[in-house]
Structures are given as C-alpha cells and as structure tokens.
C-alpha cells in the first residue's frame, strides 16, 4: 500500500491567495482527518470525516478554511484568502472506524509569504 | 474533558542510556493509548499502543504500559540509538467512541552518540 498521499509537499504563496490541499487515504479507511503542526500550537486536529461525511469541524480556525471530501478517496483543504499566520505544516490522516489508529501522511509545508 | 499531558522537553541522552517519557491522561470511561513518533520531515507514526489497563504495548525495543490506577502510560526504552531521535507523542482516543485522538505536546528527544 502507498500510505496516506498528500500534495504538494511545499507550498509558497503570497497572502490573499487560495491554497487548496490534497489528501488521498489509505484504500479500505473510512475516516479522514486534518491536521495542522506548528511551533507555537502544536498539533490541532482542524476537521474529521467519517464516510465522506464531517462529523466535527471545531476545530477549524475561521471561515477562511473549507474542507470537503467528494468520495471515499480524494480530500481537500482550503484556504482563501490565505495569511501569513496560516504558515504550517498540514497532515493528513486516514483510518478504520473505530480502531483509533491514525495513519498519516508525509504533510505538505505551506508558507504564506 | 479528555487530554494528555506530558513529560516537557527536549530530553537529551547518551546512546545506549535508559529512556523514560511519562504521559498522564484524563478521560471518563476506558480509552485506548498510544505513542506516535515523528521523524525530522516525516508524519506521525504509530509506535505502540494498548487498548485496556495493564496491557503493554511494545515495539521497536519501546514499551509502554496502561496503567488505570495512576492513569498513566509511559513510554521506556533499556538503551537507546541515535536513531531514535525524534518527536514522541502520547494520545488517548475517545472513550465515547468517537474517532478523535488527544494527543500531548509531543517531546523532542535528541540522542547524542
């Protein structure tokens, strides 16, 4: 198996653009998660899928960030207008249900200039 | 509310020194727990886990016990390498059977040769 795939792996833009940031899960896990990483914050889970559906989305920070997931593997995030402060390292996640272990993917590194 | 709290770091050892992280958790009902450790550049990965009191986890040389009456699941090594530098995350799961982890604040441990 590939593992959980994300892309782009760096990403750079300059504030005000749209970033849009892709995950494909393992083949067979029914659950989704994103998460974002940085120094000051650690590790916050933003959003999580279960079967395609959002079941929790507390943690998104703002309106600015939307996520969606149109079928069983392909998710997206998305960030419009992005900000300086949004400069993470996103993961994304995939798993059974019910098993509580996460796979993760290798993350994508957004800077936003 | 459930969460994890962990040993602070960074923690610097000698190879070959014992390793010890300690993790406490709050959480109403029986949570699995795990360990994750993250390698420079890389996502998550699961380390081991244990999914009810006294079982131990074990991998890699690491263990990790689920101890209820203390609440607690500390991770341990008998002699550790230079590649076991990295970030190590302790995580309960929802004991309500939701599908979010907690995870601490993850400890960075640098092993010196």
Redesign the interface.
């Known amino acids: 198996d590939a593992g ?1 795939i994300q892309s782009p792996r760096h990403e750079v833009t300059e504030m005000g653009q749209e970033v849009t940031l892709r995950c494909k899960p393992i083949s067979g896990h029914n ?1 989704l ?1 994103w998460y974002r990483q940085t120094m000051m914050r ?2 916050e ?1 933003l959003i ?1 899928f ?1 079967n395609n559906v959002p ?2 989305d507390s943690g998104m920070p703002e309106d600015r960030f939307s996520a969606k997931m149109p079928n069983a593997s392909f998710s997206t995030l998305k960030i419009q207008p992005s900000e300086p402060r949004d400069s993470a390292v996103y ?1 994304c ?1 995939s ?1 059974q ?2 098993t ?8 994508t590194r957004l800077t936003v200039l | 509310g459930n969460s994890v709290t962990q040993m602070e770091g960074p923690v610097t050892l000698s190879e070959e020194a014992f390793l010890t992280i300690n993790c406490t958790y709050t959480a109403t009902g029986y949570p699995s727990l795990f360990w994750y450790v993250q390698y420079p550049g890389e996502g998550l990965q699961l380390l081991l886990k244990a999914t009810k009191a006294d079982d131990k986890g074990s991998n890699k040389g690491f263990e990790a016990t689920y101890r209820k009456e203390t609440t607690s699941f500390h991770l341990e090594k008998g002699s550790v390498q230079v590649s076991d530098s990295a970030v190590y995350f302790c995580a309960l799961s929802d004991p309500q059977g939701a599908q979010k982890l907690v995870f601490g604040q993850g400890t960075r441990l640098t092993i010196n040769p």
């Open positions: 959980v659950s998660f650690g590790l889970l999580y279960n079941i929790d993961f996640a798993s249900l019910f509580g272990e996460q796979f993760f993917g290798p993350g």
